[in-house]
Structures are given as C-alpha cells and as structure tokens.
C-alpha cells in the first residue's frame, strides 16, 4: 500500500501552475517507486478523461472532495479502467477514514457497474467506447463519454485526455491525422535511449557491457550513438559503464541536435539554453572534447548539473557561465563563435508521453509568451555568430508557432543568414520524441 499512498500524496499535492512535479518518494524502495511513478504519471496523462468518466458514473464523485480522495479515485480509476485491474482488487486494503473509504467503495463499484466488457481495437468517436491503448477499448453499458455530440478537436481532447485549445492548434496546423496521431503519441509509454559516449569507446561494445549487468541495450538502426534500452533498464544507473562515463540517457530525437551543428576540434562553441547538459556533452563529444564550448543557462543552480554530467563523462572542454540570454546585451562580448546551440525552453507538446504534466501548463497566453522568449534567444544567438558560422534551433515542441513560423519570421529581419535544413519529428510508438531542429547559417561577408 505504501505505492499507493506515494501516488495520493504526490498527486494531491500537485498544483498545474506551479511546474515540474515533485514526488518526494525517497522512502519507497525500488519496486514501489517504480509502481507509484507509473500511477502518477498515468493519472496525470489520463487525468481529463478520468474526471469525465467518474462524473458519469456517480454523483458527486470528485465534486467538492478534498483532494487526497481525489486523487485516490483518480488511481483507484486509472488501475481498473487503463491497467485493467479488478475492481475488487484495487480496493483491497484501502486505507484513510471510514467516510473516504466508503465513498471510494460507492463510486469504484459504480465504476465495475458501468464497465460492460474490455475489447480488442481502439474505436473513436462512440460515446460508450473508450480507447485505453492502441488496441483495446473499454465498452460501457451506457453512454458515458458524450463525444458523439462534440466537435473533432473536443471529442479527440476528451478521448486522450488534452486541452481542447492544444488539440486545436494541432488540427489548424499539422491537419486532422497528424493531429488525431499526436493524441494518440501523448499516451504512449515512453522507450529508453541512450547515447554512447564515443570517447569511452565502441557502441557495440558497451552494448556488450551493459548485457553482462543485466540490461538489455541494442544499437538503433540509423543512429551513430543511439542505444535503446529493455529488460533491466531501471539498473542502467547501478553498472559500471554508467559510472565510468559510457553513455547519457537521451531521447533518439534529441540525438539528432549535436550532429547536425557539427562541432569541429578548436572551433568556438555556444551553448546558450545548456542545462542539465545532455546537448552540450554531445557537443564536447563530437568534438573530440577539443572544443571551446560555453555552455549558458538563466539558472546557476542548474548549471551545476551541466558541470556534474560533463565530469562523469570526461569531457573537459566545458565552461560554464550564468545569464539570460532573453535579455538585451546579455551576450555583448562574449563572440564571435563558430557555431551556436539553442535549446530553446518551449511548450514540451513533442514530449507530452514523457512530461505527462506538460499538457495541463498549456494554454496560448504562455505560449505566446514562450514565443518572445524563443524570438529573443534565436535573435541574441545570430548576433554572435561569426562569419561562415552556423547555428542549430531547436525545441521539444511540435507547435508551429514555435518552430517553422518562428524561424522565418526572425530570417526576415537577417537577410545574411539563410535556412540550410529543417527537420520536424513526430513522436512514434517505438521511435524517438516529436521535436524541430533548423540549422541557419551566416554568410562569409
């Protein structure tokens, strides 16, 4: 029961508003806390739908409750209708006041009342279906859903639990099956990769080495550096490839940045969004560690885990320096350099399977705001380069607004820089994260 008091308090104690969540499950052992992790995360990501079909299903359910028996319900739910639980075994041993066990009991029963049978298929757009994964449905004895009377961006929002103004956006830009295929990515569960550190040495060996500690690492067809990561990957951070440097935990997607900067020995190198360091040592890496790299980042305190990863990587070509590259001038001085990274702070919608929180942060009065940012940081970035130089954008982020319409409109203000590539990535089932990467480059004159 400790995972699932875990997941009550940590979920109770989230606030939308406040950012990045914090779980404060150090006293659960290794078991729980990966039983509690997929609880929270899992509400999180189905949070929405969760509330609706609660609703539904008994009167009064979550309304006016405190909000550790919300979140209990919000589990309680999560485990029977997505992990396919037995009503009675979710509610075996519940814990908590005689009154909030016996409303749990009420609406969980309610819940298996409602439940007809779990069926093969994911059908959309029936208001007693419900998709809970690529291939099943939950069919209810009623109509719970109310999708059927919803337009396309509220019925898919409802469905895959997002905010109707996301779902929109998504419609409006990428078009209806690329945005019906975000929905579906936001819930996925997300793979493991990992880079290999190429100065430790050889990718099949240390996929090699991580098999001999029990984690199953196998080499990603048509990635230099990518490993993805199976049985056992909860040990990666226990073996002695980790300690010694041999690889960093990375999406597939996020490979692609360093990479496509090109980083050359004795070249000048910006790092100017760099925290916790994952493209930096990218960079440093591909450079042989022969680099001068500045890595920059609004925050001092997050600096640190740029330094610390830099260290158990080997790489010593790294400085670090704390500034606000938003701000007028920050950057006075500190060029010209040979190629700039900005990784720029963005909505996260490419990462939504990871970042389960993200989706309830959005709203488009932020992302306007994320946009300024984004403008100033790629307008301060250009103004370091120097001549001949070149310099990679990119964002977690799958909204147009903050990758292809961004980078045109700075383009027109800089009629010495052109756009050499442009890459948008959607989040696959087995693939990489969604994410947009454009390489620009200044002119010799």
Request: net charge positive.
């Amino acid at each position: 029961m400790k995972a699932l008091e875990g997941a009550v308090r940590a979920l109770s104690a989230w606030d939308p508003r406040r950012g990045s969540l914090k779980l404060g499950l150090e006293e659960l052992s290794g078991n729980e806390r990966g039983t509690t992790l997929a609880w929270v995360h899992g509400v999180l990501r189905r949070r929405r739908t969760l509330g609706h079909v609660l609703g539904a299903v008994a009167r009064r359910a979550l309304k006016g409750r405190r909000p550790e028996l919300v979140a209990l319900l919000e589990v309680l739910a999560y485990r029977v209708l997505y992990e396919g639980e037995e009503t009675e075994r979710a509610l075996a041993g519940l814990g908590g006041s005689k009154r909030s066990r016996e409303h749990a009991q009420r609406v969980l029963l309610a819940l298996d009342e409602a439940i007809a049978e779990r069926v093969a298929g994911a059908a959309e757009g029936h208001d007693a279906l419900l998709p809970v994964g690529r291939s099943e449905a939950v069919r209810f004895r009623r109509p719970l859903l109310d999708v059927s009377r919803r337009g396309a961006a509220g019925r898919l929002a409802l469905l895959h639990s997002l905010p109707d103004a996301l779902v929109e956006a998504w419609i409006r830009d990428r078009g209806p099956e690329v945005a019906t295929a975000l929905c579906w990515a936001a819930n996925d569960p997300p793979p493991l990769f990992a880079r290999a550190n190429p100065l430790w040495g050889d990718r099949s060996c240390l996929a090699a080495a991580l098999a001999a500690e029990g984690v199953e690492a196998t080499p990603v067809e048509g990635s230099p550096s990518a490993l993805r990561l199976g049985a056992g990957r909860g040990r990666f951070r226990h073996t002695a490839p980790w300690r010694e440097g041999a690889l960093f935990v990375q999406d597939l997607t996020a490979q692609e940045a360093a990479p496509l900067l090109a980083p050359r020995p004795g070249e000048r190198v910006l790092d100017l969004c760099a925290a916790p360091g994952g493209k930096t040592t990218h960079l440093a890496e591909l450079a042989g560690d022969r680099a001068r790299l500045l890595a920059c980042d609004v925050s001092a305190r997050r600096l640190r885990r740029v330094v610390e990863n830099a260290r158990r990587l080997g790489l010593a070509s790294v400085r670090t320096q704390a500034l606000d590259g938003t701000r007028p001038g920050a950057l006075a001085g500190l060029g010209p350099f040979d190629a700039v990274l900005i990784d720029a702070p963005c909505s996260n919608t490419g990462v939504l399977r990871r970042r389960s929180e993200a989706r309830w942060r959005y709203d488009r009065r932020a992302q306007r705001r994320l946009v300024t940012a984004q403008e100033r940081l790629l307008a301060a970035g250009l103004g370091t380069l120097a001549p001949g130089g070149r310099l990679l954008y990119s964002v977690c982020s799958v909204e147009r607004d903050e990758g292809e319409a961004l980078v045109r409109r700075v383009l027109e203000s800089h009629a010495e820089v052109r756009l050499a590539e442009e890459v948008l990535r959607l989040p696959t089932p087995e693939g990489g994260d969604g994410g947009y990467l454009a390489l620009l480059r200044r002119g010799e004159g």
